[in-house]
């Protein structure tokens, strides 16, 4: 069975830190591009982050540009989104996905995708 299971959600105050995870099983990841996605209340979902699986390379949105780093240790079929800096605004679920394309992230749209989680809670507050 093809599943996408994220964690490390939680809750943080402005500037902290938090790292969510991605993982993936009945598939390998690593062939694979990954996408992350957040979905705050009122508002539309929006790509946050992608990497590729060909050479790697990553792509970030200019809200999280700078605070957000994606990694993708090879063969432990884990996909991790650290989160530093974080703010109000980043308050959110958040999902990760696969299955579709990675570029430009104004370029990137979740109807593109095909696999999912189920989301992980990220809430940031004073």
């Known amino acids: 069975q093809v599943q996408l299971v994220e964690s490390g959600g939680g809750w943080v105050q402005p500037g902290g830190s938090l790292r969510l995870s991605c993982v993936a099983s009945?598939?390998?990841?690593?062939?694979?591009?990954i996408v992350w996605f957040r979905k705050a209340p009122g508002k539309l979902r929006e790509g946050v982050s992608c990497i590729r699986n060909i050479d790697g390379t990553t792509y970030y949105a200019s809200s999280v540009k700078g605070r957000f780093t994606i990694s993708r240790p090879y063969g432990n079929n884990t996909v991790y989104l650290q989160m530093n800096d974080l703010k109000p605004e980043d308050t959110a679920v958040y999902y990760c996905a696969t299955d579709g394309p990675c570029g430009i992230m104004s370029t990137i749209f979740s109807h593109e995708y095909d696999t999912w989680g189920q989301g992980t809670q990220v809430t940031v507050s004073s």
């Open positions: 009945g598939f390998t990841l690593d062939n694979y591009a």
